[in-house]
């Protein structure tokens, strides 16, 4: 294959999130390259014709077991309680009228039309009839009243912003993702409930990038540091809420090509639903810093004359988060700890596993604490729930939730179920299943109950071939051989495709794949395989990565020249520990091998030193300890340093204009700045799906590793 790219992402410098983000918001207009389409027309090893009303001239249709599959699922719902549906229209106020939110940039940072077409028909034959409910659930857009004084906007990004009526102002609880969608959030909440009042407080639930990133389309920094706005968060809020994405961003990145499924238009065949929301905005996002934290378990204080309650509940959704009860309302803040869907224990994009237990129990402390009185919840995604009962009905299937899946995944664990096979064996109880928000939309029963055994026992299923597996295309080559070459494996893929046996089919066909990367008839039966299995998902994650697998497999990974850039408040973030730690993983260790060096930095400005070795390959720092002898001492204040961690500024220029001092040999900044490489998202993950790169990606070194981009969930 040759040159895929897209038209959305051809050559243009811009940020890398909006890069992103733009091809999501593309995806309506999506259209293949003519080189792809001539060399399709080609293909003798395509037996069907384009399917009318796919995105891809090589999409299939479900297939009859696909549809069988869907309509059996169907009849075991419980359509019948349509509560979810009287809650998310209630306390309508005004719907939004604009489709589009446009971002600074120029381009398209919000996009609801795109999503409309679920309710164009009464079912579709390629999506799951419970994700698609979950899709027409989630397309609510405008201004709603949770109850007097309480106030949601939603629609408007992947999570809600909520307005709470304080003494003087509104107290505003998880500014959303970009500061544009915040900004044309604002406006509709004042041109009907807001009586031109101002923000008096914001609240961040918790560290992901849905919750704060649109914080300067509500407030102005100046305002906060001059005390008329309090940003409150958890205790440890700034550590967690880049550290998470740092180490591994890029990997993390890439994967949410796969989870979010960022290639894929809008369509019946293509993209649904992203389970907490519809999608991910992409306007400009920012950060700044609470001026009041959250310390203890339970804290209560007023804010703007308002009496709230605060519980935080590290480890659960989130490294760090809180519910917040506001007593005099009844009204109890669940953050993102509760919403309409079973949450993620395990995430596609990659995450430290999560303590379901631990979650379960803050969640009964909430019931316990608060549920007993309170009269409506309401969270940052989703839908409030009104009447104690409903409360506690939902609180209380929630907690068995995560409880049954931490001990009854152990409880299999501890009688020889592995990690490689729980998801066949571990199912919920009846009554959770028939529960609608307990369901797998954005977190999945598969992926949730064998990240339960990771978390215990790591990957190891206790067999030893999974201990040392050799290279697929070394084992590929050999099965392939085995089994009399590649076209009796494709034979017998397609035999096993038409007999509706695709978990078996992918894993045969995978081997010839995997052995030989340039057979496209191989890829295209893969991706026609992956493309049933994810027709049949009810979870938005798993359905996502089937059918991106399957693009990618088709069309390659789209290529043209991609820049990123780390949002400056990010950077300011990020402590200068972690910006080091992350230099050593930048390292190509090869590149390295033999150097020896000591640095000493000093930032005068925050009190910090650190000692910087490079020996044996490899580049190691401890803060607060100098060395004795070091062959270079770095002397910049922190605040200066943030330009260089930017990429906006070399260190050398620092030095060249007296920002930075230094004594002794400078030369060895060169040095280790040769042993860096620049991670690029584009890598590949399906063999043979990599194309060539071109003069103008060779020529764009403009390309910078994304260093702690905000991880939205
Ligand atoms: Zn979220």
């Given at each position: 294959m040759k040159n895929t790219s897209t038209p959305q992402n051809q050559g243009n410098a811009i940020p890398r999130r909006n890069f992103i983000g733009g091809l999501a918001a593309a995806g309506s207009a999506f259209t293949l390259p003519s080189t792809l389409l001539g060399q399709e027309a080609s293909q003798a090893a395509q037996p069907a014709a384009p399917l009318k009303g796919h995105f891809h001239p090589k999409g299939k249709a479900p297939s009859k077991f696909t549809i069988d599959i869907l309509k059996k699922a169907g009849s075991t719902l419980p359509f019948d309680d349509t509560r979810d549906f009287d809650e998310q229209k209630k306390g309508l106020i005004a719907p939004m009228k604009e489709m589009k939110i446009m971002a600074e940039g120029g381009h398209v940072a919000w996009d609801m039309e795109r999503f409309q077409f679920v309710h164009k028909q009464e079912e579709f034959d390629s999506i799951h009839p419970s994700l698609l409910r979950q899709a027409r659930l989630n397309n609510n857009y405008g201004v709603y009243e949770v109850i007097p004084g309480i106030y949601q906007v939603r629609g408007f990004d992947l999570s809600n912003i909520t307005f709470v009526r304080g003494k003087t102002g509104w107290i505003a609880f998880d500014p959303m993702i970009s500061a544009e969608t915040v900004r044309a959030a604002w406006k509709l909440f004042q041109e009907h409930v807001g009586e031109g009042l101002p923000v008096t407080a914001v609240i961040y639930s918790h560290t992901h990038g849905d919750h704060w990133g649109g914080v300067r389309g509500l407030v102005k920094e100046e305002d906060v540091r001059a005390g008329k706005v309090v940003v409150i968060a958890p205790d440890g809020f700034m550590d967690h809420t880049i550290s998470e994405n740092v180490y591994a961003g890029n990997a993390m990145n890439r994967r949410l090509f796969y989870q979010?499924?960022?290639?894929?238009?809008?369509s019946p065949h293509g993209f649904v639903d992203m389970a907490l929301g519809k999608g991910v905005s992409a306007g400009t996002p920012g950060l700044i810093a609470p001026t009041r934290l959250v310390a203890d378990a339970i804290e209560e204080f007023e804010v703007d004359g308002l009496k709230m309650i605060f519980q935080n509940t590290p480890n659960?959704?989130?490294p760090r988060e809180m519910n917040t009860y506001i007593p005099s309302m009844k009204a109890l803040w669940i953050a993102e700890n509760v919403c309409a869907t079973q949450h993620n224990i395990y995430t596609l994009r990659g995450a430290p596993v999560r303590d379901a237990l631990n979650w379960s129990k803050y969640i009964a402390q909430a019931l316990h604490r608060f549920g007993m009185e309170a009269e409506v919840m309401f969270a940052s995604h989703h839908w409030p729930r009104w009447g104690n009962a409903r409360v506690q009905e939902v609180l209380r299937a929630q907690r068995d939730l995560y409880a049954h899946l931490n001990n009854q995944v152990l409880h299999l664990a501890n009688q020889g179920v592995t990690i490689n096979q729980v998801h066949n064996v571990y199912e919920p109880p009846t009554s959770l299943k028939n529960q609608w928000h307990c369901r797998g939309y954005h977190g999945s029963v598969e992926n949730n109950s064998r990240g339960v055994i990771q978390r215990f026992l790591g990957y190891w299923d206790g067999n030893p071939v999974n201990l040392l597996p050799p290279p697929e295309a070394e084992s590929g080559a050999v099965f392939v051989e085995m089994m009399g070459g590649a076209e009796k494996i494709i034979a017998k893929g397609q035999e096993l495709y038409n007999q509706g046996k695709y978990k078996v089919a992918q894993q045969i066909v995978n081997k010839l794949v995997q052995a030989d990367p340039k057979n496209e008839t191989a890829k295209d039966l893969l991706a026609d395989i992956f493309e049933q299995i994810g027709y049949q998902q009810e979870n938005a994650g798993l359905r996502n990565s089937f059918l991106a697998a399957a693009y990618e497999l088709r069309t390659g990974i789209p290529q043209g020249a991609i820049a990123s850039s780390s949002s400056p408040d990010v950077v300011r973030a990020m402590s200068t520990e972690l910006f080091l730690n992350f230099l050593g993983i930048r390292m190509d260790s090869k590149k390295a091998e033999g150097m020896r060096f000591t640095i000493n930095l000093i930032t005068p400005d925050n009190g910090e030193k650190f000692c910087i070795e490079m020996e044996n390959a490899t580049l190691t720092n401890i803060e607060g300890f100098l060395a004795e002898k070091p062959d270079l001492t770095l002397t910049i204040n922190r605040s200066d340093l943030e330009m260089s961690m930017m990429g906006a500024k070399p260190i050398e220029q620092q030095i060249k204009d007296g920002t930075a001092k230094f004594e002794g040999d400078v030369s060895i900044l060169a040095k280790l700045a040769a042993t860096m490489i620049e991670f690029d998202?584009?890598?590949?993950?399906?063999?043979?799906t990599k194309a060539a790169a071109s003069a103008e990606e060779k020529a764009d070194a403009a390309f910078e590793a994304p260093v702690g981009a905000a991880m939205c969930e």
């Open positions: 979010y499924a960022l290639l894929l238009p809008a659960t959704e989130a998202p584009r890598f590949e993950i399906m063999p043979g």
